[in-house]
């Protein structure tokens, strides 16, 4: 495939006149080059993106691979949002859409629960702390991109640009008569959104629990039995309790190999952390999550799950090349098929951005690549960064939770009301409304994401 170069021009005139000019030889009388650094490279189309500084380049290579360049990195990120959104639309819009608890307003009524889930256990609550604690910079670089993302929309809405695909199949059996009003425009919070679905799906994790109903059946898990108090004491000590490595072989420098390295004692820790918790109710719960790691891919892994990084040193390669590669381990409910791109302002700007790899589609950044000098990778980190806790609820008259027991008195919850448009898709079963539900939190801030209330018989 030979080259293809697309032009993404500004609405007005360039307001950057510091951009580097590119010398290739010759040039003006002082001293500047006047060349085109894309000379020779066939224009094949010409676009028009709303908040340009400059105008912009893209060279499409083998495999269709586009390569940006641009004067400066808020540009960079508007011509990436457009040509993103044009090869991998669908995908981002559904990872936004499930980071923000929003798939039933194109799914309908089965894709309640997913949202649900995701305003529940705190998706969605992720997405707006990212937003809360952006700098300056990272919020204009989201907000061009969007911009970028809404200028392709716009072109499709004018039958300038076909519709993604996957739309184009899926509109009749989701109920519209004409695709494109599945569009919606994106902002700074769609790409959180798309954020939160990697912080929640890589990093939300349900061991605690699991852990938790081993540690309540440790108790006596050899009483009566040959040489018990032995068994029960290593189990304890020796397998449960010790958390030093297992090889001496470790990357924080700063651990203390002698001594005992053991994990503190229930004793040392508030007694409120250890009320008795029913071993059924840490079942059932167990149950519950272990299904949603099934439904994550979890489940049937015997080995865990994750992602590996590897390197090899230049002194070690044939032709003393340094080597990076990274594997990326993905859940399908994370975007998954990663999109090669190309990222340049040092061309046209004289900027310091000169990358090459593989985005994420709905975010402006570059999960794998190189600069040239430096190349990144990024795995699964496997971090235990889920906490559970066991509340008593109080009901008021209508039975709904008005507060926990705390310290031997009465907290009031706080109650949030969540609302989700349901989309009236008649080939699914789905009729189109408006949901809405209730959602909790304890006075500290910590969310209640499951309720139990006593076992009872059918009949009672």
Same mark, same amino acid.
């Given at each position: 495939?030979?080259?293809?170069?697309?032009?993404?021009?500004?609405?007005?005139?360039?307001?950057?006149?510091?951009?580097?000019?590119?010398?290739?030889?010759?040039?003006?009388?002082?001293?500047?080059?006047?060349?085109?650094?894309?000379?020779?490279?066939?224009?094949?189309?010409?676009?028009?993106?709303?908040?340009? =500084?400059?105008?912009?380049?893209?060279?499409?290579?083998?495999?269709?691979?586009?390569?940006?360049?641009?004067?400066?990195?808020?540009?960079?990120?508007?011509?990436?949002?457009?040509?993103?959104?044009?090869?991998?639309?669908?995908?981002?819009?559904?990872? =936004?859409?499930?980071?923000?608890?929003?798939?039933?307003?194109?799914?309908?009524?089965?894709?309640?629960?997913?949202?649900?889930?995701?305003?529940?256990?705190?998706?969605?609550?992720?997405?707006?702390?990212?937003?809360?604690?952006?700098?300056?910079?990272?919020?204009?670089?989201?907000?061009?991109?969007?911009?970028?993302?809404?200028?392709?929309?716009?072109?499709?809405?004018?039958?300038?640009?076909?519709?993604?695909?996957?739309?184009?199949?899926?509109?009749?059996?989701?109920?519209?008569?004409?695709?494109?009003?599945?569009?919606?425009?994106?902002?700074?919070?769609?790409?959180?959104?798309?954020?939160?679905?990697?912080?929640?799906?890589?990093?939300?994790?349900?061991?605690?629990?699991?852990?938790?109903?081993?540690?309540?059946?440790?108790?006596?898990?050899?009483?009566?039995?040959?040489?018990?108090?032995?068994?029960?004491?290593?189990?304890?000590?020796?397998?449960?309790?010790?958390?030093?490595?297992?090889?001496?072989?470790?990357?924080?420098?700063?651990?203390?190999?002698?001594?005992?390295?053991?994990?503190?004692?229930?004793?040392?820790?508030?007694?409120?952390?250890?009320?008795?918790?029913?071993?059924?109710?840490?079942?059932?719960?167990?149950?519950?999550?272990?299904?949603?790691?099934?439904?994550?891919?979890?489940?049937?892994?015997?080995?865990?799950?994750?992602?590996?990084?590897?390197?090899?040193?230049?002194?070690?390669?044939?032709?003393?090349?340094?080597?990076?590669?990274?594997?990326?381990?993905?859940?399908?409910?994370?975007?998954?098929?990663?999109?090669?791109?190309?990222?340049?302002?040092?061309?046209?700007?004289?900027?310091?951005?000169?990358?090459?790899?593989?985005?994420?589609?709905?975010?402006?950044?570059?999960?794998?690549?190189?600069?040239?000098?430096?190349?990144?990778?990024?795995?699964?980190?496997?971090?235990?960064?889920?906490?559970?806790?066991?509340?008593?609820?109080?009901?008021?008259?209508?039975?709904?939770?008005?507060?926990?027991?705390?310290?031997?008195?009465?907290?009031?919850?706080?109650?949030?009301?969540?609302?989700?448009?349901?989309?009236?898709?008649?080939?699914?079963?789905?009729?189109?409304?408006?949901?809405?539900?209730?959602?909790?939190?304890?006075?500290?801030?910590?969310?209640?994401?499951?309720?139990?209330?006593?076992?009872?018989?059918?009949?009672?």
């Amino acid at each position: 495939m030979s080259p293809s170069l697309l032009l993404l021009l500004s609405l007005s005139a360039c307001k950057d006149k510091g951009a580097t000019p590119v010398d290739s030889g010759g040039g003006g009388d002082d001293g500047t080059s006047t060349t085109d650094p894309f000379e020779g490279v066939e224009v094949d189309e010409t676009w028009e993106i709303p908040g340009m =500084r400059c105008d912009a380049t893209v060279i499409r290579t083998a495999a269709s691979v586009p390569h940006i360049y641009a004067h400066d990195r808020e540009d960079l990120a508007r011509v990436y949002g457009f040509v993103q959104a044009r090869d991998r639309y669908f995908e981002m819009d559904l990872a =936004r859409r499930l980071g923000q608890g929003r798939l039933s307003e194109i799914l309908g009524a089965d894709a309640l629960e997913t949202d649900m889930e995701s305003r529940s256990n705190g998706m969605t609550w992720v997405a707006d702390n990212l937003l809360e604690n952006l700098t300056d910079e990272q919020a204009a670089i989201m907000d061009a991109f969007a911009e970028g993302v809404n200028a392709y929309l716009a072109q499709v809405r004018a039958d300038e640009l076909p519709l993604a695909s996957e739309l184009e199949i899926a509109g009749p059996f989701l109920g519209v008569s004409d695709p494109k009003d599945l569009l919606t425009d994106w902002d700074r919070r769609d790409l959180a959104g798309v954020a939160a679905v990697l912080v929640y799906e890589l990093g939300y994790e349900t061991d605690d629990v699991g852990r938790t109903a081993d540690l309540a059946r440790l108790a006596g898990l050899f009483d009566g039995k040959a040489l018990g108090e032995l068994r029960q004491a290593g189990i304890e000590q020796d397998v449960w309790g010790r958390v030093d490595p297992v090889l001496p072989s470790y990357s924080a420098h700063d651990w203390s190999w002698g001594g005992s390295a053991v994990a503190r004692s229930p004793s040392d820790l508030p007694a409120r952390l250890f009320a008795p918790i029913d071993l059924d109710m840490l079942d059932r719960l167990a149950g519950r999550l272990d299904r949603f790691e099934d439904r994550l891919g979890r489940g049937d892994l015997e080995a865990g799950w994750g992602s590996n990084v590897w390197a090899v040193g230049g002194a070690v390669s044939a032709d003393g090349t340094a080597m990076l590669a990274g594997d990326g381990h993905l859940p399908l409910s994370v975007p998954s098929l990663f999109w090669q791109v190309g990222l340049d302002t040092s061309v046209l700007g004289g900027g310091d951005t000169h990358q090459l790899g593989l985005g994420i589609p709905g975010l402006p950044v570059l999960a794998v690549g190189t600069n040239g000098s430096v190349a990144w990778s990024q795995t699964q980190l496997m971090g235990d960064i889920t906490d559970w806790y066991r509340e008593e609820l109080v009901l008021d008259a209508a039975g709904a939770p008005s507060a926990t027991i705390f310290e031997g008195g009465e907290q009031p919850v706080a109650t949030f009301t969540e609302s989700h448009e349901i989309a009236d898709v008649p080939l699914l079963g789905s009729e189109g409304g408006t949901f809405t539900w209730a959602r909790y939190t304890t006075f500290d801030g910590r969310w209640i994401a499951d309720i139990e209330g006593t076992v009872v018989p059918f009949d009672h």
